[in-house]
């Protein structure tokens, strides 16, 4: 039985690792994607400037709970094929219902848009939709057969090396610091458009992909005011550049 201690530990191993690993798989997508970078870029999927996606983050913790519970409190060996549908099922939708409370959160509370599934048969405010709903259904599969197992045995390998506890925390002091610097540029950002229209809701993928025709936006940019200021001058610079076309690329469709 672990304690709070190595409860902590484990799941920040677990969120940092399914983060990042997210975060590779974002980048591959929308850099061959037309549809959500037309112009083939490498862009950082995320909203935080390192290699770091929460949301997935979230899910890989989710993931593993779900998996270890079926694991050792379930007996799924005689259960067949339909189980592990089921079980898969219910995987998918909790991968989708983070994804949609991640997605809310950010366009009720700070009016900026990560993604839009608007175009998507089925979705619901444009934040979820079936078709990526089976995304995560196929990503929870590979997740219990491949990475699983793996997880299960460095869960047993941290609760024996707590010296590893260092390293998570240096990690998890370099998110913390980066979350902040990201918010407050996102509410700034938010702040800029709301002077064009009050109700405007930040697209946070245009924007990136303007900002880097613009040569301002890098993937790894230490965390300074002069970048800061670099931002937000050109982001301001554009809105006010292009103001009949700010409902098409700055709010929601």
Sequence with gaps: MHNIYQIFIIMAFLFFFGAVLGWVLELVFRRFSKKANPEGRWLNPG?????????????????YILSITEKYFINAQKAGVLYYIIMFFIMALVMTLIEYIAG?????????KLWDYSDEPGNIQGVVCPKFTLIWGVLAALYYFFLF??????????VDHPWFSFVVGTVFGFFIIDC???????SVL??????IDKKATVDF??????LQQLKVSKFFTPHDDRYLTSKIQKFEEFIHRTPASVEESLKNK
């Design 180 to 186: 902040a610097f990201s918010f407050h540029l996102g």
């Design 104 to 112: 809310i959160i950010f366009v009720k509370g700070m009016h900026i």
């Design 190 to 195: 938010h702040k800029k458009a709301a002077e």
């Design 205 to 210: 993928q245009f924007m990136q992909r303007r």
């Design 149 to 158: 197992p793996s997880f299960d045995k460095l869960v047993l390998w941290f």
């Design 47 to 63: 909203f935080l400037t390192g290699p770091c996606l929460p949301i997935y983050g979230l899910g890989s913790i989710a993931l």
